[in-house]
């Protein structure tokens, strides 16, 4: 689902902003980018964002409120030069870098910082409450998104319904007509030479899989009265009902069962297209 929240705040007396953005996608996969003086405090906001999103697309952004956070320039150019100087004795070479060499070396624009439990208290402050505001926006489309898969449910279960009613009167037709079949070409005059058409029948039955169908609907009935987290259940309940339908269409004995069977599996593929979106 798609959301965006973002939120101020004072990190370690730095004021920054953080922004999250996030959009469909079948996992959960993460994007985080800070600036380099916060780049300590990766590995726990992927940590943060894995236990409180499942599913989506993850883009984490943080900057400095005025664009920069401040930096101590001449420090970085003592560390810089003290660096040039060990390379250069290392390679014999006379030691004096100049500022052209020093800022060749590709000064950082902000200083790194070290972790630390109190600056991730407040950043994480921060973060939680853009996740907040980015999650109130999942929630209603949510909601949104449930109501359409509600609709389609019932969609699927009028179909499978039509299907089943009809599905004993055009099988004993299909009886007939091979039967019709057979004795056009002599009879059988044996109970050998009328198996294949009992076989034929049986193969064509669908009981099982309209049985099966029904079940995975009302599964997915229950998961969007339940609430919560579903997509990945849904992604699943899509795959099995587009299983049974697949081989309900190859059995159906006339075309006008094939066409419900079809429209059966057009509204699945819609069904399987809206789970992708959810969490």
């Not at 952004?61 to 401040?70: F, L, M, Q, Y």
């Not at 070479?93 to 109190?118: H, K």
């Not at 198996?195 to 009935?221: M, N």
Request: glycine share 8%; with cysteine.
């Amino acid at each position: 689902m798609t959301g965006f929240g973002a939120a101020s705040g004072d990190v370690a007396g730095i004021p920054v902003r953080v922004e999250i953005r996030t959009v469909n996608h079948r996992g959960l996969d993460i994007s985080v980018r800070l600036p380099p003086s916060l780049a300590a405090f990766e590995p726990p906001v992927t940590s943060w964002c894995r236990g409180t999103f499942t599913r989506g697309h993850v883009e984490i952004s943080v900057r400095g409120e005025n664009h920069e956070i401040p930096v101590n320039t001449e420090k970085l150019f003592a560390t810089r030069a003290a660096s040039l100087k060990r390379i250069l004795s290392a390679c014999k070479l006379p030691e004096s870098p100049t500022l052209q060499e020093l800022l060749a070396l590709g000064l950082p624009v902000e200083e790194p910082r070290e972790f630390d439990e109190a600056t991730w208290q407040s950043f994480r402050a921060v973060l939680v409450s853009a996740a907040s505001i980015a999650c109130e926006t999942r929630v209603r489309e949510g909601q949104f998104l449930g109501a359409r898969l509600g609709e389609i449910a019932e969609r699927v279960g009028v179909l499978g319904a039509a299907i089943r009613e009809r599905y004993p009167l055009e099988l004993a037709a299909f009886r007939v007509r091979q039967e019709a079949r057979l004795a056009s070409q002599g009879g059988a005059r044996t109970t050998h030479e009328k198996e294949p058409v009992s076989l034929l029948v049986f193969g064509r039955d669908a009981a099982e899989e309209l049985d099966r169908l029904d079940a995975h609907v009302a599964e997915v009935k229950r998961a969007l009265a339940a609430g919560g987290p579903m997509g990945r259940r849904f992604d699943f309940l899509a795959t099995e009902m587009l299983r049974e339908a697949a081989t309900l269409t190859s059995k159906c004995p006339s075309p006008d069962l094939s066409r419900l069977a079809i429209d059966l599996r057009c509204e699945l593929e819609r069904l399987r297209e809206q789970a992708q979106n959810i969490e």
